[in-house]
């Protein structure tokens, strides 16, 4: 990716390819998060092409208007 970049290469040696170590992270919580969510979807509980997204549903943050707040 950074090639002949010696501070890139500097900061890799002082600190580990952080980039890398996120990427890997990031992928391993994919996956965990795949197989929790995979019987949650087997139950009909995730979205897809039979059972579409309704607006309004689930949380929601209301904007408070200016001025003095009710107490």
């Not at 929790?36 to 087997?42: E, T």
């Not at 092409?49 to 200016?66: C, E, F, I, K």
Request: net charge positive.
């Amino acid at each position: 990716m950074f090639q002949d970049s010696p501070i890139y290469d500097r900061l890799i040696a002082e600190c580990g390819d952080v980039p890398a170590q996120v990427r890997r992270e990031a992928e391993r919580v994919s996956r965990e998060l795949e197989l929790v969510m995979r019987p949650l979807q087997s139950r009909g509980y995730g979205l897809g092409p039979d059972r579409p997204h309704s607006p309004g549903n689930g949380w929601q943050r209301t904007a408070m208007l200016p001025g003095p707040r009710p107490h």
